[in-house]
């Protein structure tokens, strides 16, 4: 299922976490699909996983 992030309904949900590369890697072992990463300046980085589900998750983890 590859519904876009803005699409209508309960899809996204965001997490706080320490270290997002190790929890995107940990995720795509058990299927998640990236779909998108950025940094907001200095203060956090955001990534966007897929889950086998459809379910969008965001992880952002703050910086500093």
């Known amino acids: 299922m590859d519904t876009p992030v803005n699409a209508l ?3 996204p ?3 706080a976490v320490d ?3 190790v929890v995107v890697a940990r995720m795509q072992a058990h299927g998640a699909e990236l779909i998108g990463q950025m940094q907001y300046e200095k203060s956090y980085r955001l990534a966007y ?3 086998p589900e459809g379910i969008i998750v965001g992880l952002a983890e703050q910086l500093g």
Do not use: A, C, E, K
Request: proline residues 0%; neutral net charge; glycine residues 16%.
């Open 9 to 11: 309904g309960l899809r």
């Open 13 to 15: 949900i965001m997490f």
């Open 19 to 21: 270290d997002i590369d």
């Open 49 to 51: 996983i897929r889950g």
